[in-house]
């Protein structure tokens, strides 16, 4: 394995934990549920440990909940948009609910399948989903970097005596 290689996983991995979870602007982002958050989470791990084993990194299915989840909250969508997130809610709540809960995804709204338009859609928005978290991660970095610089220069700045103030 490259330098490179490892330290982009060690990014991605970092990224699973710390990346923003992208949401629709609009102030609904603090309303996602606990529970998805942290399903959020365990799926970035997944897709981890599945682009080790060659698969291209994207978003996830839960991720691409939350982003529907606030985009329905703030604007009407259509009907294919409405059929990728009731498809992705269902998909997601059943595979991570806890079975004492209970509660079930309600059949009357289920989404068995998607059409081919429609999961094309689905991968257009995680893939800008991934990308957009991921330029979020990059650009923490560069602003960290360069504060710990501007640390380390004042820092010196202090250290060094002047010898002549004009």
Known sequence: MTTERVER???????????????FPGGWGEDIPEW????????????????????????????????LMTVTLSQPVDSDWTQIYLYVAGKVYEGWRSKESGTEFPEDIQVESLTREQENDLNRLKEWIYRTRTRARQERDRAERRERRQEEVARKEALQPRMFDF
């Open 36 to 67: 998805l958050k942290n399903t959020i989470t365990l799926e970035r791990l997944a897709m981890n440990m599945r682009a080790l084993k060659g698969e291209e990194m994207t978003g996830t299915d839960a991720e691409a909940c939350a982003y």
């Open 9 to 23: 996983g060690i990014s991605d991995i970092v990224g699973a934990l710390t990346d923003p979870i992208i949401v």
